[in-house]
Structures are given as C-alpha cells and as structure tokens.
C-alpha cells in the first residue's frame, strides 16, 4: 500500500512540478492556488476508488460463503448449511508391515547380564515404538 502510494505521489510530482510550487510556505498562497484544487480532486478520485474496491471484496467474499449454503427464503432462512462440503479432507494412515521389518541379530551372549537387559529393554522400546507407528501418504 505504502508503495502505490509512493508512486503515485512521485508521479503527479513529476507532472506538476513545472507549473506549480509544491514546497509552498504560505498557507494563504496554497489555499488559493491550482494545485490544492487537483489535490483535493485527486484525493476525492482515490478515496472513491479505495471505496469500491472494498465493497466488491466484501461483496464477493459474501457471495463466495452463500456459494456454499442453501437458504429457503419462503421460511424465512438466510443461512443454512449446504450439502456440498467447503473443504473436503481425507486422512489415511496404514500399519507398519511386519514383512517390511528388518532382522536384528541374537543379543551377544558375551555381554554381562545387566548388559544384556538393558539391551533388551532397548529393544522392547524401538518394537513398541515401530508398532504404534503411523505412515502418512498425503494425495491431493
């Protein structure tokens, strides 16, 4: 916005610049002069504008929303949910294939007891992990 502000307040400088002072320090001088009128004309043309610019994006905003309702206007309804969804979304998830699961090796039967535990505890741990787990396969 700040942009297209820019530019055009650079614009109508650039064109105006020869025939009217715009760095004028006395009020009374600038009231009566040319330029205040184009001014005001152009902030009156902008103003209008920027004015219908937001009523057709409110406009069609409401229109794109009752896009998705069916209202009965003989019951007196303005709104009421329509039977085409807004946004339709599916998710599917799928269990992990056992077939797919690599082997692991015997627990080395060289390692002390505690070793050998704490090895299978780990174990225990990545199994119920891989179990629970979910593969997501987003489709548009």
Do not use: C
Request: aromatic residues 12%.
């Amino acid at each position: 916005m700040h942009r297209w502000r820019e530019f055009l307040v650079g614009e109508i400088a650039d064109k105006l610049k020869e025939q009217h002072n715009f760095f004028e320090e006395v009020n009374q001088t600038y009231n009566e002069s040319h330029l205040k009128r184009i001014i005001l004309r152009f902030e009156f043309i902008m103003n209008s504008y920027l004015r219908n610019f937001v009523r057709q994006s409110i406009e069609d905003w409401v229109a794109f929303i009752k896009s998705f309702t069916l209202p009965n206007y003989e019951l007196g309804e303005l709104w009421i949910r329509s039977t085409t969804p807004l946004l339709n979304i599916t998710l599917d998830f799928k269990k992990p294939n056992e077939k797919k699961r690599p082997r692991r090796k015997a627990i080395d039967e060289t390692l002390s007891p505690e070793e050998q535990e704490a090895e299978r505890v780990a174990r225990e741990l990545e199994d119920e992990q891989y179990m629970f787990r979910l593969e997501y396969n987003p489709t548009p």
